[in-house]
């Protein structure tokens, strides 16, 4: 079992900043590929980035290349997610997960979800 916690989720204004933070607890966190995904009110849960085990490899959604950028720290669990040149359409609650082998961006690939953080992001 894998407990996720998210958090940095906030108000900002468009073009702004946020960084996300993940910390897994229970298992090794290094065994894990770890996804961030979004939920907006009224849509289906969305890919927005993953990474490998090891941080070697990400994807990134087109509707957050160049702008977001994900991260891990094994040591410390945790795996980040870097939201620059924020949007209003990148308003919806952000969530991490986790999966054995490697990164994809399906959410049913996915075992482990964290509870989510909201982002809003304000015109």
């Known amino acids: 079992q894998v407990q996720l916690v998210e958090s940095g989720g906030g108000l900002v204004l468009a073009g702004g900043s946020l960084r996300l933070s993940c910390v897994a607890s229970?298992?090794?966190?290094?065994?894990?590929?770890m996804g961030w995904f979004r939920q907006a009110p009224g849509k289906e849960r969305e890919f927005v980035g993953a990474?490998?085990?090891?941080?070697?490899?990400?994807y990134d959604a087109d509707s957050v290349k160049g702008r977001f950028t994900i991260s891990r720290d094994n040591p410390k669990n945790t795996v980040y997610l870097q939201m620059n040149s924020l949007k209003p359409e990148d308003t919806a609650v952000y969530y991490c997960a986790a999966r054995m082998y490697g990164a994809t961006s399906r959410p049913n690939d996915y075992i482990y979800w964290g509870q989510g953080t909201q982002v809003t992001v304000s015109s």
């Open positions: 990474i490998n085990w090891t941080g070697s490899t990400t």
């Open positions: 229970g298992r090794t966190f290094s065994n894990y590929a």
